[in-house]
């Protein structure tokens, strides 16, 4: 199976700032089938970005995909306190469908 | 919109089947992938399977021969059915969409998620 790598696990970060958090293949994800997911607690994943870097309908704009082949980023711009969240990635390229171990986004 | 929602046991004892049942509503189950995923508490969404309305299956390797996914089209429902299960089938349980577009049937990926319902093998 195609397992997913996310770096950082966490990160502190400020209201206003911008992060990228890091979505690593062991393999070329077929199609540039990769996904980004929004998770809160006590709440289902929500779609962010769909095929690498294709805004999933209510997702703002302030979210952003790039990448292809093994090597994906999900940036953040201008965070919003609604932003603090678990990231997680995920390839439907090939079966079995994996997720990455998410990244936690805290406020510092 | 489509919307999602899984019902069934909260509460199953080792080595017995858990069965649980995704409701649509808002859209049709025809022409279109479902999915399970599970999430363990504190740790990341595994993907379980998924299944075509026609009644099409693909299963997660790692559930070996222990997961049976169905399609009820009459009642727009699909379902899961866990058998012989383990402590470590304790877990939030979510049913999804897959969303197609043109010739890929998993384009969008996986876009419209029940609320989930826990899960938990005890005796």
């Known amino acids: 199976e195609n397992a997913l790598t996310q770096s950082p696990v966490s990160l502190s970060v400020s209201p206003g700032e911008t992060v990228t958090l890091s979505c690593r293949a062991p393999?070329?994800?077929?199609?540039?089938?990769l996904a980004w997911y929004q998770q809160k607690p006590g709440q289902a994943p929500r779609l962010l970005i769909y095929a690498a870097s294709n805004r999933a309908t209510g997702t703002p704009d302030r979210f952003s995909g790039s990448g292809s082949g093994t090597d994906f980023t999900l940036t953040i711009s201008t965070l919003e306190p609604e932003d603090f969240a678990i990231y997680f990635c995920q390839q439907y390229g090939s079966s079995p469908w994996t997720f990455g171990q998410g990244t936690k986004v805290e406020i510092k | 919109q489509v919307q999602l929602q899984e019902s069934g046991p909260g509460l199953v004892n080792p080595s017995e089947t858990l069965s649980l049942t995704c409701t649509v509503s808002g859209g049709s189950i025809s022409k279109s992938y479902w999915s399970w995923v599970r999430q363990p508490a504190g740790e990341r969404p595994e993907w379980l399977g998924r299944i075509y309305s026609s009644g099409s299956t693909t299963y997660n390797p790692s559930l070996k021969s222990r997961i049976t996914m169905s399609v009820d089209m009459s009642k727009n429902q699909f379902s899961l059915r866990l058998k012989s299960v383990t402590d470590a089938d304790t877990a939030v349980y979510y049913c999804?969409?897959?969303?197609?577009?043109?010739?890929?049937?998993?384009?969008?990926?996986?876009?419209?998620w029940g609320p989930g319902t826990t899960v938990t093998v005890s005796s």
């Open positions: 393999e070329s994800v077929y199609g540039n089938f």
């Open positions: 999804v969409r897959v969303r197609g577009y043109g010739g890929s049937p998993y384009y969008y990926g996986l876009d419209v």
